[in-house]
């Protein structure tokens, strides 16, 4: 059974880290842990919260084409493993107006001053082409999308 957009979206936002993978120098491809607050929209998008000063600010200012990987927990006694793989364009936003359609109390933890952080700011993730993997089954979904 093919796997709709909606679906893999809705799965991933059962799974509250993921690997954001950058370009950095160089070309070396770097990767980091990162939460996205169990926050993705219907077409895959992703948002996450960081500060100015990270190297991953520097890697998508300098090249925005971004991946990010996903697991789901497989469990004991045959439940399936389920992973997901976006490729995507990653855009740096630093509106304080748009911090506050995706803040949640969770972030007051890494962001002791909330919204008013120095340097705070918002990545948010398109995607364009999400590949998944749901035990056996395997599947891809290509977006069109401009920019």
């Given at each position: 059974m ?14 509250d880290?993921?690997m954001l993978?950058?370009?950095?120098l160089?070309g070396a491809?770097t990767?980091?842990?990162m ?6 929209g219907?077409?895959g ?13 520097g890697?998508?200012a ?15 006694f ?7 793989a ?9 509106e304080?107006?748009?911090f506050?359609?995706?803040w949640t109390?969770g972030?007051?933890?890494?962001f002791?001053?909330?919204m008013?952080t ?30």
């Amino acid at each position: 059974m093919t796997k709709t957009l909606a679906d893999l979206s809705e799965k991933m936002r059962g799974i509250d880290f993921c690997m954001l993978n950058t370009h950095g120098l160089e070309g070396a491809i770097t990767a980091r842990p990162m939460s996205n607050n169990r926050e993705v929209g219907p077409q895959g998008d992703t948002i996450f919260f960081t500060c100015e000063n990270a190297l991953m600010v520097g890697d998508i200012a300098r090249n925005p084409h971004v991946s990010l990987t996903f697991q789901g927990k497989a469990g004991m006694f045959g439940a399936r493993p389920f992973f997901v793989a976006i490729d995507g364009h990653a855009e740096l936003i630093r509106e304080k107006e748009q911090f506050a359609a995706h803040w949640t109390s969770g972030l007051d933890r890494w962001f002791k001053q909330g919204m008013d952080t120095p340097g705070l700011l918002m990545i948010h993730v398109r995607a364009r082409r999400v590949h998944y993997w749901d035990g056996e089954e395997e599947g891809e979904v290509q977006l069109e999308r401009v920019g």
